[in-house]
């Protein structure tokens, strides 16, 4: 049976085609008036999904990008520094060659001591640098400077206050990555190599192991010279200018007119009695004994005299030698160092350099120098020389610490770099595929209403002769 269509239903069709033809071009109207193609969710739920996904990983990107540019800002800033360290130090290093020198006099050395100063100060202050995000090279602690300077007993000394680990930066899924080194690891770097002595005395580590940092002084001082002298010989103020730690024998020739200890060079007797009054004579190791000879009688002699001492690390508690120990303990309650000190090769008195090798800070190794330089111990060139050698050796060490933070510094700087570039590409597709989901073809979409139009217009024509037939039909 046909189904005949009433006027109701045609009407409600021909209202329904209007209305969607109404709907997609004031739908057109708007897409080209904002240039967008979402509009609304409804518009397209594909593409809505695909819109909130590809604009959540281009905030991570947006995220990732601050960290970075951050995190590179915080390691150039202190590449920058520590490269300001690094010529500090190659210039500290030659001014410690020039003291080194034999021909070197007393003023020159204080001038050299007083750049050091200077130099060490400028350290100070360029390894406390402070900036936006805080302390450079304060690790973790950017709140208070890492490194402090105390005065304990006129001495000066520069102590850690920092935080051994640093902060941390993501730039990327699962990928971090340090903003800095921490001072520490660059100037105050542990890595003990065990104990050194200057070579002034001849003292040596015993077999146990010590406990002290940085560099500390072993006096090792004469008590008294003994020994039964003959041909006229005696001691000059009765030992109390001598330097002898152990037995020697001295020897008179009388036939050249000359004299020596323990095999070391000759000494001519002075031809004049008055000249004779305090003789010094050595041994090859340094050793001295002053002698009176203004009562030598012209014979030769050979005779033994012993030296005996006592030791001390705080310069105020001695502890006697008999030069039989293999591990003498001495202690400085002062700082906690406790030395094990092997005095079987002990040779003389004098004041000889503790190096606990690997264990000092920048600048107390730039300080000591500066003391050295100055010279208050009354040293000898060659006993300067051998401080001022142990001291360039741990300022080596801290500036190959510092060469190595420094190239840790670029590296890190470099990675972030690279990264810096990869996200920049990856926002640029991100921002590409965003523009294909959301954002309208113009061209495309000025033919589409235009079709959309003229489709229209269809519809109201066509429908309008219906119902102008219909309206005929009725009336006849």
Known sequence: M?????????????????????????????????????????????GQSLSLTLRGGKADIARYQSAAADARTRLDEAAALATDANETLSSARELVIRGLSDTLGSDARAALANEIDELRKGLLQTVNTRTESGYVFG????????????????????????????????????????????????????????????????????ASGDQGTGFEE??????????????GLAFANGGASDTILGARTIEVDAANNRLRLGGGAWVPIPAVPADRANVTIKDPNGAEVHLDLTSWTGADFSGSVT????????????????????????????????????????????RDLVNFGGTSNVFDILQGIADDLRNGGGYTNSELQKRLGARLVELDKKHDDVLVGLSSLAAKSSRIAVVQERLTSRNVDIEGRLT????????????????????????????????????LNYLR
């Open 2 to 46: 046909a189904v005949r269509t009433t006027q109701n239903q045609f009407f409600t069709l021909l209202n329904s085609n209007l209305q969607a033809n109404y709907y997609k071009l004031a739908s057109l109207q708007e897409q080209i008036a904002s240039g967008k193609k979402l509009q609304r969710p409804s518009d397209d739920p594909v």
């Open 139 to 206: 690790g973790t602690e950017l709140a208070n400077p890492p490194f402090e300077e105390t005065n304990v007993a006129g001495r000066k000394n520069v102590t850690w206050r920092g935080d051994d680990s640093v902060s941390r930066a993501t730039i990327g899924s699962g990928d971090d990555i340090d903003t800095g080194v921490p001072g520490s690891q660059l100037f105050a770097r542990i890595a003990p190599t065990g104990t050194t002595y200057g070579g002034v005395t001849g003292a040596k580590a015993g």
């Open 218 to 231: 072993l006096i090792v001082r004469h008590d008294a010279t003994t020994g039964t002298l003959g041909a």
């Open 307 to 350: 030296g005996s001492g006592s030791v001390s690390i705080d310069g105020t508690n001695f502890t006697a030698i008999s030069l039989t120990e293999s591990d003498l303990q001495l202690t400085d309650a002062n700082t906690g160092t406790i030395l094990h000190l092997d005095t079987r090769s002990i040779t003389r008195s004098g």
């Open 436 to 471: 294909d989901v959301e954002d309208v073809d113009i061209s495309t979409a000025v033919i589409e209403i235009t079709r959309t139009q003229q489709t229209l217009e269809l519809v109201q024509a066509t429908g309008s002769k219906l119902v102008q037939t219909n309206l």
